[in-house]
């Protein structure tokens, strides 16, 4: 794979790195969910990985997990950049060096998790299908400064579910969260989504670390207001799926499913 590049990478490959563009970094398990490796074997996919990395065409970095053990992480080269023609937005993390934490990486990885789900996994509903996925470098404008971790849309008969994305892992204070609470309330109220989007409503999914981080913001969320927010942990997607019912409200006990 030293040669001509273009020549040898395949389409997966190409899907792959238009992926880590938008995501910035992934995990194996997310790399082989959006190549289709993943429905292969895990080590087909860990041999290409690891051909890309040789290849100069995957920068590969560690970070420890919870368990003791190590994960292996993707980003984007200069080379694989060029293969799709993006811009290259280097990920300061040198090769093959092992983190023992990183908070960016972490938090990109969970955004990331809703990212895969909703544009490389099948909708588990015949008539919704994956529109767009947005990310976010700065205010969405002057009016409203607000930094949405994501944002996607589902296409149903008749209209489009809009979704805002706020991953929070614990380090935000409620104070910040109230004032984030009141920026996606301005920004339904005073039409600025719709001029910003051409949609009309949106939802916001928060997604939290553990249960106990999903109350205490809740909690602050529902002293605000009972609409346009749902809350699920990232255990419970990454087990269980996006769009499957742990969803809660600012109020009420039900569990909900997204669609």
Known sequence: ?????????????????????????????????????????????????????????????????????????????????????????????????VLTSDPFV??????????VQTKYRPVPHMDIH???????????????????DGYFELGVPAETHSMFCEVDRGTESQKIWTKKTDLYLQLAATGEFNRLFNRNRFRVLVVVDTARRLLEVRKTIAQKTAKIFWFATLSDINRDGLFAAHWLRPVGDNRLSLL
């Open 1 to 97: 794979m030293t040669g001509n590049n273009a020549r040898v990478i395949t389409e997966a490959d190409r899907r792959l790195f238009h992926a880590l563009a938008e995501a910035r970094v992934l995990d194996r398990v997310q790399a082989s969910e959006i190549t289709g490796r993943k429905e292969v074997s895990v080590s087909t996919s860990n041999a290409r990985l690891l051909k890309l990395t040789r290849a100069g065409l995957l920068r590969r970095f560690f970070i420890a997990t919870e368990e003791g053990g190590l994960k292996a992480l993707y980003a984007l080269t200069p080379a694989s950049a060029a293969a799709i023609g993006v811009v290259y937005r280097p990920l300061q993390r040198k090769s093959d060096s």
């Open 130 to 148: 994956f529109v767009r996925w947005l990310s976010f470098s700065e205010v969405l404008c002057n009016a409203i400064p607000l930094i949405p």
């Open 106 to 115: 972490l938090h990109q990885l969970a955004i990331n998790s809703i990212y």
